[in-house]
């Protein structure tokens, strides 16, 4: 069964710092594009940061850049990563990591063929 189950969402102040973790197991992600989109309450669900297949190759939203790093270990299973550092209230969302099995590592929800379940950051002001 194939699942992507994102970790260590959670309650943090203004500019205190949150890393996510992405496990995606049940088939091989190593050569698949991965990324992370988050949703606030009655908002769209917008892209906030990619990566390739090999992790060389990164991209943010801009309203992310220069505070959450993104980054992924195929090790073994493939588990992607979002350190999000300065966190400010409107960080406030649900995030959810995505996998695209053709490669694809950009902003386009519709490119994306598996999404976890999300989890929550909330950043208090």
């Known amino acids: 069964q194939v699942q992507l189950v994102e970790s260590g969402g959670g309650l943090v102040q203004a500019g205190g710092s949150l890393r996510l973790s992405c496990l995606a197991s049940?088939?091989?992600?190593?050569?698949?594009?991965m990324g992370w989109f988050r949703q606030a309450p009655g908002k769209e669900r917008d892209f906030v940061a990619a990566?390739?297949?090999?992790?060389?190759?990164?991209?943010y939203a801009d309203s992310v850049k220069g505070r959450f790093t993104i980054s992924r270990d195929n090790t073994k299973n493939t588990v992607l990563y979002l350190q999000m550092n300065s966190l400010k209230p409107e960080d406030t969302a649900v995030y959810y990591c995505a996998a695209a099995t053709n490669g694809y590592s950009g902003s386009a929800k519709t490119k994306y063929d598996y999404w976890g379940q999300g989890t929550q950051v909330t950043v208090s002001s």
């Open positions: 049940g088939r091989t992600f190593r050569t698949s594009g």
């Open positions: 990566i390739s297949w090999s992790g060389g190759i990164t991209y």
